[in-house]
């Protein structure tokens, strides 16, 4: 079973509307988690990063972290060509530095 | 203007030569890692390095060789070792308050030929 799980997509939304990125995790003990973006042939950017249970809300962007359930989910709102990129979920399983990596999911925001 | 450097842009290297990779930053972080990207796979980690002159095994580190000398400055060498080393290498450091929080370079291509 891989640590992190993402579906690798393509996902496709129109422009304006939401889109919903999901990531679930295996290590109950994980204490972090963040959100990247990544555009092809670049390097990632860091976008969102959540620590406790619930919802983390930052201008289009949406964390949302349910360690009971082990995902956390990445909304996006009033979506945009510009946010065509592929998004990983990365965890931080032990409380050190190490991060986790998932293979990332392909968003395609359609005009 | 604060940030992480990674040079060359564009590598490319014959089979059995041993090539160096530069990370540099001047955010005034202490830690620093080494990925590399394929396609359709994670992140994979490297190296990382919490201090100065100190460093430590990620999961795929054979083949590969870092030093860490100055706060500011994480080499990679890969090695003729390193049996595949085609890859889009990725330099990170962590933020002081969370060192797990981390920030990408530009990232070097390494081409084999």
């Known amino acids: 079973q891989k640590e992190v799980e993402q579906n690798s997509g393509p996902l496709s939304v129109p422009e304006g509307a939401i889109a919903s990125l999901n990531c679930t995790y295996s290590?109950?003990?994980?204490?972090?988690f963040f959100w990247y973006r990544q555009y092809s042939g670049k390097s990632p950017e860091l976008i969102m990063f959540i620590y406790s249970n619930g919802d983390k809300e930052d201008g289009r962007f949406t964390a949302q972290l349910n360690k009971a359930s082990q995902y956390v989910s990445l909304l996006i709102r009033d979506s945009q060509p510009s946010d065509s990129a592929t998004y990983l979920c990365a965890v931080n399983p032990g409380g050190g530095n190490k991060l986790t990596f998932g293979t990332g999911t392909q968003l395609k925001v359609e005009l | 203007d604060g940030g992480i450097t990674q040079s060359p842009k564009y590598l490319f290297r014959k089979e059995g030569q041993n090539v160096t990779l530069s990370c540099e930053q001047n955010?005034?972080?202490?830690?620093m890692y080494w990925y590399r990207q394929d396609p359709g796979q994670g992140l994979r980690l490297i190296y990382y390095s919490q201090i100065v002159n100190d460093f430590q095994k990620g999961d795929i580190a054979e083949g590969y060789s870092v030093s860490r000398e100055k706060k500011e400055s994480f080499p990679l060498t890969v090695t003729s070792a390193q049996k595949n080393p085609t890859a889009f290498y990725l330099c990170a450091s962590g933020t002081q308050l969370r060192t797990d929080t981390q920030y990408f370079g530009p990232g070097t291509r390494l081409t084999v030929l």
């Open positions: 290590d109950r003990g994980s204490q972090s």
């Open positions: 955010l005034n972080h202490d830690a």
